[in-house]
Nanobody
Framework: QVQLVESGGNLVQPGGSLRLSCVAS????????MGWYRQAPGQEREMVAT???????NYADSVKGRFTISRDHAENTINLQMDSLEPADTAVYYC???????????????WGQGTQVTVSS
């Protein structure tokens, strides 16, 4: 069973930076698609950034140029560096791991508990 534990959420002023981390159980960060999602109050959960096993990355348009996703295989960790934060970035941020489809076994999503990011002056 994959477990994901996020950390790094905090209160920050507009224009500030935060770095979120997600530690995964097992050596999965190089073989699963890993990512960050967020959910603001009253809104649906949305993709923020993902990194595939081959290393390619994908970002939501709203965070391109401000956020950077990375992974550390030795530490079984993925990180999200968030710069130039805006009040609209306020949300609970969730770490996600997708186990790829294996033959007839479908792909499976795993989620962390979430970490709160609040951007406010």
């Amino acid at each position: 069973q994959v477990q994901l534990v996020e950390s790094g959420g905090n209160l920050v002023q507009p224009g500030g930076s935060l770095r979120l981390s997600c530690v995964a159980s097992g050596n999965i960060v190089n073989s699963y698609t890993m990512g960050w999602y967020r959910q603001a109050p009253g809104q649906e959960r949305e993709m923020v950034a993902t990194i595939r096993s081959g290393g390619s990355t994908n970002y939501a348009d709203s965070v391109k140029g401000r956020f950077t996703i990375s992974r550390d295989h030795a530490e079984n960790t993925i990180n999200l560096q968030m710069d130039s934060l805006e009040p609209a970035d306020t949300a609970v941020y969730y770490c996600n791991a997708v186990r790829p489809k294996r033959g007839f076994v479908p792909a499976r999503h795993y989620w962390g508990q979430g970490t709160q990011v609040t951007v406010s002056s």
